[in-house]
């Protein structure tokens, strides 16, 4: 007998485990998208600028958000993949400060942009976004997805925002130093 011969689909499947995925980078956004989000408006504007899927039914979110209130914010959220509200976990609008903006040739306007997903330990299951040192989201518990969709699709830069006129107001956004890790670094989150 001599032993059978298996396709590396089948090995992959069998032994395919989620892990831990932790993600460090500076980001500058275009400078003029706070005008942008203050003429759409608190109800429309979004810019996603991360995220990650399980498809077919579940992502999480990072996005700058608006609110007539406070200007710009960052929100974080997970959802069913069909822009449906919110359905888990949402930091709601979080104030994180001035989030300053500067044209790309000049040296202010960086953030720092950390995130952290472990959805292999169910009940204590963590998603940690944090924006310039201050924690958006910091949540431990079941997250939803976890029916053995594996996060596969990560959108490590993204860029996608509400519908308006490009031609009138493009825009951008620039990453730099972008670290991937299987695990968060000693110096994660401010750690030292």
Aim: charged fraction near 25%.
């Amino acid at each position: 007998d001599q032993p059978r011969s298996r396709g590396l689909g089948d090995v992959y499947k069998r032994q395919l485990v989620e892990p831990v995925f932790y993600q460090r980078q500076w980001i500058k956004f275009s400078p003029d998208t706070r005008t942008r989000a203050a003429a759409i408006g608190e109800r429309d504007f979004y810019q996603i600028f991360w995220e990650m899927k399980a498809e077919p039914d579940y992502r999480l979110r990072v996005q700058l958000s608006y609110s007539d209130a406070i200007g710009l914010v960052i929100r974080a959220h997970d959802d069913v993949l069909s822009n449906a509200e919110p359905v888990h976990v949402d930091s709601g609008p979080v104030p994180v400060g001035t989030i300053e903006m500067a044209p790309e040739d000049i040296a202010l306007g960086w953030h720092l942009f950390e995130v952290w997903v472990g959805r292999t330990r169910g009940d204590e299951s963590r998603w940690r976004v944090r924006f310039n040192g201050i924690d958006v989201l910091d949540y431990t518990g079941t997250l939803m997805g976890e029916s053995g969709n594996i996060m596969g699709t990560a959108m490590l830069v993204q860029l996608y925002s509400d519908v308006t006129d490009l031609q009138a107001s493009p825009f951008y956004q620039l990453v730099d130093d972008m670290e991937i890790w299987d695990a968060p670094p000693l110096d994660a989150f401010g750690a030292r």
